[in-house]
């Protein structure tokens, strides 16, 4: 009993840190990026209004026409503009590499990641599930998850390091306007790799264990 309880917790405890490894930045970005982009629709929609209501040189009519343009226009859905009537819209607030364009696209990297890595997580329980089911099976399915983690693996690494290479200047940038080239430089130079040789080592001999039972 005290060995599957054992064997229990490290299940777990690998499930738990796939779960973080997978969900925690692109989850702390996505956050930040909602509440930054709404901040900013929620401050520039109020100073429109403001300017607005202010302008002597507008009508009525005018003036309730301006205010309802920039309601159905908020700066977070200006990179996503791509009607005729939009364009210059678009064009003064998402210029390339401009701190909207940045959000906007951060954003939406955020999304894909979780995506991703929920369809990666998907897959691995499916294979999982595959090999539990039929013995015949154990050694393809290890094998395709092999290779599909290998290559996953590869791809979140790139995008979780620069999504957190982008945090280490924005968050405080954004929050204390200012940034630390200390903080950007541990973000860029930590380093990462996707197994160590031991896990290398371990799998390697599963796998050859694998193929051992499955012949």
Not at 94 to 109: K, R
Not at 175 to 189: N, Q, T
Not at 198 to 214: E, L, M, N, P, Q
Request: aromatic share 12%; hydrophobic share 50%; net charge positive.
């Amino acid at each position: 009993m005290a060995l599957v309880r054992t064997i229990h917790a490290d299940l777990l405890r690998v499930f738990l840190l796939t779960l973080v490894s997978l969900f925690a930045i692109p989850a702390a970005t996505l956050v930040f990026t909602e509440y930054a982009l709404r901040s900013q629709d929620a401050a520039f929609l109020q100073s429109v209004e403001k300017r607005i209501a202010s302008d002597a040189r507008l009508s009525a009519d005018d003036k309730a026409q301006a205010t309802e343009f920039y309601r159905s226009h908020p700066l977070s859905k200006a990179c996503d503009a791509t009607a005729p009537d939009d364009r210059d819209f678009h064009d003064k607030v998402c210029s390339p590499y401009s701190m909207q364009w940045q959000f906007h696209w951060a954003d939406h990297a955020a999304i894909w990641t979780l995506v991703l890595g929920a369809a990666l997580l998907a897959a691995a329980l499916v294979l999982g599930a595959l090999a539990f089911a039929n013995r015949g099976l154990r050694y393809a399915s290890f094998v395709a998850g092999w290779r599909l983690m290998t290559v996953s693996s590869a791809v979140e690494v790139v995008l979780q390091s620069a999504m957190l290479v982008w945090l280490s200047f924005w968050l405080t940038a954004y929050f204390w306007h200012s940034y630390y080239i200390k903080l950007i430089a541990i973000a860029v130079l930590r380093p990462r790799r996707p197994c160590s040789m031991r896990s290398t080592r371990c799998s390697r001999s599963c796998r050859r264990a694998t193929r051992s039972k499955a012949n």
